[in-house]
Structure formats: C-alpha cells, structure tokens
C-alpha cells in the first residue's frame, strides 16, 4: 500500500492531527450519586437562591441595630426576648422595638431584624438579653443568594463533575444530571515475548505491564478502558484483534510492534483494517515510534512496547484527544514553566520528555525528575505530576534551566 502519510511529525503536529476530527460520544443522564468524575453535558442553571433566605450564621440573638446604637458598657440595653427560632423553623411574628429573637446557626433571619449578635457578646436570661456595645445593620447575616444567584449558570458544559461542584447541585435539587457517556478504549498487547501479569517468567519473556500500567491512565481520566489481550507478533491476527475491538469501541490503542523490525505489524495492520494512518512516528523521545490513525469515528494509537515511551505519547499526544472525546469543555493541559535545579546532562537531537514532579523551592516551582530514566523504565511515572518538554535541538542543560512541562490530571 503506498504511504500516504507523514512520518516523523514535530510532537504538536501529532496532538493535532490526533485532536482532528473527534468528537464526544453521547450523553447520558446519570443520578447524582454516580456523577464524580462524569463531565456535565449541559450548563446547569440556578433554580433558586443558595441560602434560599436570610440565615444566620451563628448561635445568638436577632434584633435591629437601632434599638441598641447607643449601648455603652457604662450604659447597656437590655432588649426582651420573644422567642426562639432553631434552624428548620421560622419565626412566628416580625422583631419589634425593644425585642430580640434567639436564634440558631442555620435558621431564618426574623423580619424586622437587621443583625445577630453572638451569644458570647451578650448577657442574657431567659426572657432577656442585655448588650454592652452597638452593631452595624447587616452584621451576622448571611443574605439570601450570596452564595448562588437562582439565573446563575453554576456549572458549564464541558466541567468536570467534582465533590463541591456535586454539593451545589444537590443544594439545587438536580438528583440527576446530563452527562457525557465514557469513552470505551480497548488495549491490545503485541509481542511474542509478552506474558500476562499472573504468568510464568520463562527464559526471554517479560510481564504484560504496558496494558495494566495504560488502563490505569486511562480510567483516572474518565475513560471506561479494557484490556483485550495480547497477541502474537502476526499481521493476521493483529489485524483480527483490531477489527474485534473496532466492533464496540471508541479508541483501540495497541502496545508494540510500531517500528522498522521484522516482527512489526501494528502499521500495516491497521491499514488492512481500513484505518486511515494520520501519521507514523514524531520527533519526540521516548515515544517517537508512535502511530496515529482513525477509522470513521475511531480513534486509533500504535504506542511502543517500552513502558516509558507509551507513557510519553500517552501523555504529550494522545491526552488532549481523550479529553476531548470525554466532551470536557478544556482539553489542552496546563503547561507552567518550571525550574531544572540539577540541568539536564543529555543533548536532544529530537524533542525530550521528562516525567517528574513539582517542589517549590526558594519560592520557586522546581521540576524533579529521577537520574535515571530509560524507555523501558515504569519507575519514573509512579509519582509523576508533571512532564516536562525539552525543545528539539538542545544540548545539555545548564542547572537553574527554565523549561516547559505539563501540568498532569
């Protein structure tokens, strides 16, 4: 089959051309206690006032400010008390001149009243209350929609549902909500010398990580991931494996098999499948050897074997396309620069990516990666939050380097 596509694509041409043409994949609606983590497919609108009225914050006394504008400790007022109002009731008539209504943290502020003062700042009986200095009208209350605005649109289209996000809209009542469905990605493992977690390490084979390690990405993000398998290193059967998960999935991305060798078919695979190929390698390490391809709506992403470089173009290509097909209404990573306190003692030829994590150092955000990094290296993503860029055609990095790095989810 003649290429037809680009090979050896800068890093952002990759994300792009991933990014191209991808679209969520439906919405559905999903009650509120499954919500964490679902990504809102609509803006949702205050219905009403968050507090729906004048409440106050603290246990005391509800008065009106001007009844007591010139107590003094020499010369307090003493103010009678008409009842009390606990949260869930309302009092039963309006604070006149010279009363005073006890009242609890949570409940509505009495008409008539202008401000609560605390218990602390009292003396008080049952039937009276006395205080020794003047408040300002306002003091202690908390008005009605000062926290939400009933017209205010409270969550967007395209937010991710979090525990406070969650706590507004129950406070709204909105048991349920309109989501976007989860993306369903398939993960097929090639090689020969591959073994699944649980079995036996003979001579020349090595643990199915890449899979476990990938799904596991992929479910934090939001994505419903499943591990396919692995196959062995014949086109026919990776072509098969592909076409199977095309059937009901949204992404298949595969592990190995993306380079030049004898025994890599993922390409040619894909092809026969009847995916378009966006693009073959980047110029980027690890992750060069990375396939990019789509099948009508399905995404397609030949990633290396090597634990690390499948990380890297998980992160740097695939990521903003994921969040993307989630419907999240801000699919590009934060990108901060930060600090290399030790440089960076390689040269890079193509483009660099480092995992790490940020410290702030003498107020300054630091980048930390580990001395030792290679592409077949898991250990460098286990406490990674950050991944950091190095430009394409750099030398070695002088210590206090600035760089950029994605900020991780």
């Known amino acids: 089959m003649a290429q037809n596509y680009p090979v050896q694509v800068e890093m952002e041409q990759g994300k792009e051309l991933f990014l191209s043409g991808v679209n969520p994949v439906g919405t559905e609606k999903v009650c509120l206690e499954e919500a964490l983590g679902r990504v809102l497919a609509e803006d949702i609108q205050a219905r009403e006032n968050i507090p729906p009225f004048d409440r106050s914050p603290l246990d005391g006394y509800a008065l009106r400010s001007s009844d007591i504008a010139g107590a003094s400790r020499e010369e307090p007022v003493t103010l009678s008390v008409?009842?009390?109002?606990?949260?869930?009731?309302?009092?039963?008539?309006?604070?006149?001149?010279?009363?005073?209504?006890r009242i609890m943290t949570g409940a509505p502020v009495p008409a008539g009243a202008d401000a609560v003062v605390r218990y602390e700042d009292t003396t008080f009986t049952e039937e009276t209350?006395?205080?020794?200095?003047?408040?300002?009208?306002?003091?202690?209350?908390?008005?009605?929609?000062?926290?939400?605005?009933a017209g205010d649109v409270v969550v967007e289209k395209?937010?991710?549902?979090?525990?406070?996000?969650?706590?507004v809209l129950a406070a709204l009542g909105y048991p349920e909500v309109l989501v976007y469905k989860?993306?369903?990605?398939?993960?097929?493992?090639?090689?020969?010398?591959?073994v699944d977690v649980s079995g036996e390490l003979t001579p020349g084979k090595i643990r199915n990580s890449s899979a476990y390690m990938i799904r596991a990405f992929l479910q934090s993000w939001g994505l419903d991931a499943r591990i396919y398998g692995?196959?062995?290193d014949e086109k026919q059967e990776i072509r098969r494996a592909i076409e199977e998960c095309m059937e009901d999935a949204d992404c298949v991305f595969t592990t190995g098999g993306v380079s030049v060798g004898d025994f890599d078919f993922v390409l040619p695979s894909m092809e026969e499948a009847g995916a378009e190929i966006l693009f073959w390698k980047t110029q980027m390490k690890p992750g060069m050897a990375t396939i990019g391809a789509r099948k009508g709506r399905i995404l397609l992403a030949g990633l290396s074997g090597n634990p690390s470089a499948a990380a890297a173009a998980l992160f740097v290509l695939c990521l903003p396309a994921l969040r993307k097909l989630c419907g999240r209404r801000e699919w590009e990573l934060p990108?901060?620069?930060?600090?290399?306190?030790?440089?960076?003692?390689?040269?890079?030829p193509g483009g660099r990516i480092l995992p790490g994590r940020l410290r702030i150092q003498d107020g300054k955000p630091c980048f930390i990666t580990q001395k030792h990094q290679a592409n077949g290296m898991i250990s460098p993503w286990s406490s990674c939050n950050l991944v950091a860029v190095v430009p394409r055609g750099s030398?070695?990095?002088?210590?206090g380097t600035m760089v950029h790095a994605y900020y991780l989810p």
């Open 158 to 167: 395209g937010d991710e549902l979090n525990a406070a996000r969650i706590g």
């Open 82 to 101: 008409m009842e009390e109002v606990p949260a869930g009731a309302v009092a039963q008539k309006p604070v006149e001149a010279g009363e005073a209504v």
């Open 230 to 232: 692995i196959v062995k």
């Open 129 to 149: 209350v006395t205080l020794s200095w003047p408040v300002v009208s306002g003091s202690n209350i908390v008005l009605a929609g000062e926290d939400v605005r």
């Open 395 to 399: 030398g070695a990095l002088e210590k």
């Open 335 to 348: 990108m901060i620069q930060v600090m290399l306190p030790e440089g960076y003692g390689k040269a890079s």
């Open 182 to 194: 989860r993306p369903l990605v398939r993960i097929i493992s090639t090689g020969d010398e591959l």
